[in-house]
């Protein structure tokens, strides 16, 4: 039986390798719990100082299973330390461009020149230092710049939601797939 249906060359459905998707349901449901965590306290949460961050939070769970390539482990370090570079990156854009407006440059040039140099920067240094300098930063980058007025300002939240959302989403999810392979393993050798 053939698993996999193609169009042209093109994969559009397959079937899963044995055991992925009762993990992936697994994970799906830790998600799940900590969203409705997230937004019962939502009310409760401060809106204003420090406070975690919808976004922040989780969208280190999206980056820390879209590398696939990394181990949990790397994948652990990669989206912390990556998901913090490309938040201070953001902060000394933010900077960079209101000196440069001081100066005299108009508001688009001030942007756009740090900008293109941190977005090289990302690029050009990933080779060298992938846990620091790789996608997981440019995500994090682009999304600063949602409210691109209050950067600087929102820094501190961004960074707690980024390391709240890296330890409990992240860790938690790994554990829970380190779990459910050993004890599909354990079945194996009975």
Known sequence: MNQ????????????????????????????????????????????????????????????????????????????????????????????????????????????CVPLVVIIGVLILTRPFIPMFFNDVGFVYLICSFIESDKIIANLPSHLLSLILGSIILNLGASAIITVYKKQRAKKKMK
């Not at 990394?70 to 960079?96: D, I, M, N, P, Q």
């Not at 209101?98 to 001030?110: Q, R, T």
């Open 4 to 111: 996999t249906k193609e169009i042209k060359g093109t994969k559009i459905l397959q079937k899963p390798p044995k055991g992925k998707l009762p993990a992936l349901c697994l994970v799906f449901l830790w998600i799940a719990l900590w969203n409705i965590i997230f937004q019962a306290l939502h009310d409760v949460m401060p809106h204003e100082g420090l406070r975690v961050v919808n976004w922040a939070f989780f969208i280190s769970v999206a980056v820390f299973f879209l590398q696939e390539e990394l181990t949990y482990k790397e994948r652990f370090w990669h989206t912390l330390c990556g998901g913090a570079v490309g938040l201070l990156l953001a902060a000394g854009v933010s900077l960079c461009a209101k000196a440069l407006m001081g100066l005299g440059l108009s508001h688009f040039v001030a942007v």
